[in-house]
């Protein structure tokens, strides 16, 4: 096995290093909560050390949870639309979205196995919030994506439960977003290198309309030959120093990204934007 050199300072996110990645500024946060009332919080769940021993362990996983609206987004509901490209991963709640044209729950994001009790979760948190729900009200479908984190993490053990996905709600903030090994980015896998959860944000000019783009990826698929920086094929570099470290074998995996614009699309004007 390659022994990888420890850290000499503290880690830099690409563009630290002067990377050129797009031609517009970053938000404030570079991150979806640049978008004014989306907050972001996560959940993670990290327990055991050793060989698999499946129902109890090790656990890499957790939840994410973006909140469209401060919170508000049942009572408060927006325009909303999607695309999928290869369906996999799953998003629960997907048909219903692109039918609509509206999104009336947050967004969480978590393991493949996990989504029934993340969308349970996200029901009972509502109806919790808003009696009315399925009486007074309509029914809801929560919107949960998947990816598979079965190489790092006891996926079959189901280990995310209702608190989960209640401490990731409840800690939902704007401000700076946590990426990388957090959440349900916990267990993800990209490019055979650490994946997870990662976020970024342009600034249209003001002649371009001064709107806010926000996006947050749960990152989970490829070989390290496909990694690609601001352009540059700096997987094809690392392959070799890296053709010794332990990889998932297979390249079965997926990406779930969610996207935020304070700008006045319709529904159908969004799902050309996710595109």
């Known amino acids: 096995m390659v022994r990888i050199p420890e850290e000499t300072g503290p880690r830099v996110r690409a563009r630290e290093l002067g990377l050129p990645l797009g031609r517009f500024k970053t938000g404030k946060f570079n991150a ?15 327990q055991g050390e050793g060989p698999l021993r499946p129902g109890h362990g090790p656990v ?7 909140l469209p609206n401060l919170g508000n987004i049942f009572m408060d509901r927006m325009s909303g639309g999607g695309f999928v490209l290869n369906g996999a991963g799953e998003v629960s709640g997907m048909t219903q979205l692109m039918e609509w044209g509206l999104i009336e729950t947050p967004i969480l ?8 009790a993340v969308s349970d979760g996200v029901a009972r948190y509502l109806v919790q919030r808003y009696p009315g729900i399925g009486d007074e009200h309509d029914v809801i479908i929560p919107v949960v994506g998947e990816c598979d984190d079965s190489w790092l993490n006891d996926i079959s053990g189901r280990h ?3 608190e989960h996905v209640l401490e990731a709600i ?3 903030a704007t401000g700076p ?3 990388g090994n957090v959440g349900g980015g916990t267990g993800m896998v990209t490019c055979d290198f650490k994946g997870g ?9 003001e002649v371009l309309g001064g709107y806010t783009l926000g996006v947050l990826v749960m990152s989970n698929f490829g070989k390290m030959h496909n990694l690609r920086v601001g352009g540059l094929p700096v997987g094809e570099v690392l392959a070799e120093k890296f053709k010794n470290t332990p990889h998932r ?3 079965y995996g997926s990406i779930i990204a969610v996207v935020a614009t304070d700008a006045p699309l319709l529904s159908h004007q969004i799902n050309r934007l996710c595109k």
């Open 32 to 46: 979806i909560t640049d978008v004014e009332g989306v907050l972001v919080g996560h959940s993670t769940i990290i």
């Open 249 to 251: 074998g297979k390249s």
């Open 170 to 172: 409840n800690n939902a």
């Open 60 to 66: 890499r996983t957790g939840v994410t949870a973006i």
């Open 177 to 179: 977003v946590r990426e």
């Open 109 to 116: 994001l978590t393991n493949t196995m996990a989504v029934g």
């Open 197 to 205: 959860i990662g976020t970024s944000s342009r600034k249209l000019p």
């Open 160 to 162: 995310v439960r209702q």
